[in-house]
DNA sequence: AATGCGATCAACCGCGAATAC
DNA sequence: GGTATTCGCGGTTGATCGCAT
């Protein structure tokens, strides 16, 4: 048995809403609140519309307060750095925008901002405004470390983008070490305060695109996806570490951060890097 | 002026989570 | 504790608009 519809197809109206459905809308809300039952508030209002349908145009577009288009610079880097740290966690991000909706996020990012990223036009995650918001790591750092904030502690880094071609050379062999006991994944929960967790969830699996895109490198295709990157900055691919040699060959800024943990040279292996640093 | 096409965004759909019974 | 109902979310669709040809 499939699941029962929410409503009457047959008998409810759908497509764009004309004004008086709107003010209809709006002016029962106003008065009576939504009673916390949406599917029973059309019939009351006397409005020809599924619950759903009523709800999202009140969250979307009748409710007071609401933005449209123009958003600024200052909103461009908080949805990227979000969604460098979050993914398409599209209300969560919405949430540190007054006044935005997760749809208009949702919209603004697939139509525009993405484009704007891949054309170089604007710069990803830098460490202060990575650290404007309420991120914690929810456990232990040494057997669970925190993906995000996953940026080093310099204030003199500048967010690079980097070509797949450009990455490429970092991450192959030649230029890693293998620590085959460690494999890391995370998951991004949020806690009674709304503040954003990450954790590790076992898996050894992280979204390659997410994380290199909170390291500064931009969106690209990068055909791996195990790797993790310290909060000092060890930038590690599966079970390896990218030595600095590699790193100063396309990045030379980041290299040249003191608070880069370059492993390689002191036979240190992930967890000591983890404990020390 | 007519047509094609890509961009935009409001709205829909289906699913999992939360809640009510 | 199990089932039904409702909510909230993210992915997707489709109508509309503006621009190029």
Not at 24 to 29: C, D, F, I, S
Not at 73 to 90: F, H, N
Not at 113 to 118: E, F, Q, R
Not at 213 to 223: A, H, K, L, Q, T
Request: aromatic residues 10%.
């Amino acid at each position: 048995m499939g699941r029962a519809p929410c409503c009457d197809k047959a008998n409810v109206k759908r497509g764009p809403w004309s004004p008086e459905e709107d003010a209809t809308l709006k002016r029962y809300v106003e008065n009576y609140g939504t009673g916390g039952n949406w599917i029973a508030l059309p019939q009351k209002a006397g409005l020809r519309r599924c619950g759903k349908s009523c709800r999202l145009r009140w969250l979307n577009y009748l409710r007071p307060d609401i933005k449209h288009g123009n958003f600024t610079a200052d909103e461009d880097q908080v949805i990227c750095t979000l969604y460098s740290q979050l993914g398409s966690r599209w209300s969560i991000i919405a949430s540190h925008l007054p006044g935005r909706t997760d749809n208009d996020v949702k919209n603004y990012w697939n139509t525009k901002l993405k484009k704007k990223l891949l054309a170089g036009k604007l710069s990803l995650l830098t460490r202060n405004n990575a650290n404007n918001f309420p991120i914690t790591s929810s456990s232990n750092p040494i057997t669970e470390p925190s993906v995000p904030p996953c940026v080093p502690k310099s204030e003199a880094y500048d967010p690079h983008q980097l070509s797949s071609s450009q990455l490429m050379p970092m991450l192959t062999d030649n230029h890693l070490m293998p620590y085959p006991d460690h494999q890391f994944g995370s998951s991004v929960t949020l806690d009674a305060g709304n503040n954003i967790n990450t954790s590790n969830n076992g898996s050894g699996v992280e979204d390659a695109d997410q994380v290199l895109m909170g390291f500064g490198f931009g969106i690209g295709n990068y055909p791996y996806d195990q790797y993790y990157i310290n909060d000092n900055g060890a930038l590690w691919y599966q079970d390896k570490a990218i030595s600095h040699d590699a790193l100063s060959n396309c990045c030379p800024s980041l290299a040249a951060d003191s608070s880069y943990v370059d492993i390689k040279p002191q036979g240190l292996d992930q967890s000591t890097v983890i404990n020390q640093y």
